[in-house]
T-cell receptor
Framework: KAGVTQTPRYLIKTRGQQVTLSCSPI?????VSWYQQTPGQGLQFLFE???????NKGNFPGRFSGRQFSNSRSEMNVSTLELGDSALYLC???????????FGPGTRLLVL | AQSVAQPEDQVNVAEGNPLTVKCTYS??????LFWYVQYPNRGLQFLLK??????LVKGSYGFEAEFNKSQTSFHLKKPSALVSDSALYFC????????????FGTGTRLQVTL
């Protein structure tokens, strides 16, 4: 089976812009979670989608949003980018959320 | 609230020697515990998990971990380290019955030298 894929792998944006990141889960997996990884804050949970519904949400401002499509692919959007949004954004999928989460390679976002 | 502590920022070990990476956790109910490894510029790679059953869990690449409920610990071990094991290791916990949200430790950098 193919693993979790994320596009793009690298992204450079400027402050105030918005960005959309994409995640395709492992075939058959219906739960997709997003995490932000930074040197200062470590790995932090953003949100989780299951069957096109947000089921869980972390402590991030409303500028961070996401959605999931009927084929379980997910996107996350960050509006009005700030310098502090520079991070590695990781997507993870699991069958229904209760099992092992398998991570993609991440999208590295640099905000200038 | 659930939490994970990895008390060591870095662990240094010589190749061929045993290694231990420490992890302690806190959850309200029964824990689901995980170890992941991250190589430079890569995502997280699953190593092993404890859900229930035997306290000694065996995982990928010769790694194992011991669940100790009384000490709320889940230390990662390997009998003989390889230089290629050098990477960043993360312990994570989720409370049983809660969907998906993993809480990660701060990570421990393992450096294996010849």
């Amino acid at each position: 089976k193919a693993g979790v894929t994320q596009t793009p792998r690298y992204l450079i944006k400027t402050r105030g812009q918005q960005v959309t990141l994409s995640c395709s889960p492992i075939s058959g997996h219906r739960s997709v979670s997003w995490y932000q990884q930074t040197p200062g804050q470590g790995l932090q949970f953003l949100f989780e989608y299951f069957s096109e519904t947000q089921r869980n949400k972390g402590n991030f401002p409303g500028r961070f949003s996401g959605r999931q499509f009927s084929n379980s692919r997910s996107e996350m959007n960050v509006s009005t980018l700030e310098l502090g949004d520079s991070a590695l954004y990781l997507c993870a999928s699991s069958f229904a959320g209760e099992e092992t989460q398998y991570f993609g390679p991440g999208t590295r976002l640099l905000v200038l | 609230a659930q939490s994970v502590a990895q008390p060591e920022d870095q662990v240094n070990v010589a190749e061929g020697n045993p290694l231990t990476v420490k992890c302690t956790y806190s959850v309200s109910g029964n824990p689901y515990l995980f170890w992941y490894v991250q190589y430079p510029n890569r995502g997280l790679q699953f190593l092993l998990k404890y859900i229930t059953g035997d306290n000694l869990v065996k995982g990928s690449y010769g790694f194992e971990a011991e669940f100790n409920k009384s000490q709320t610990s889940f230390h990662l071990k390997k009998p003989s380290a390889l230089v290629s094991d050098s990477a960043l290791y993360f312990c994570a916990v989720r409370e049983a019955g809660t969907a998906s949200k993993l809480t990660f430790g701060t990570g421990t950098r393992l450096q294996v030298t010849l």
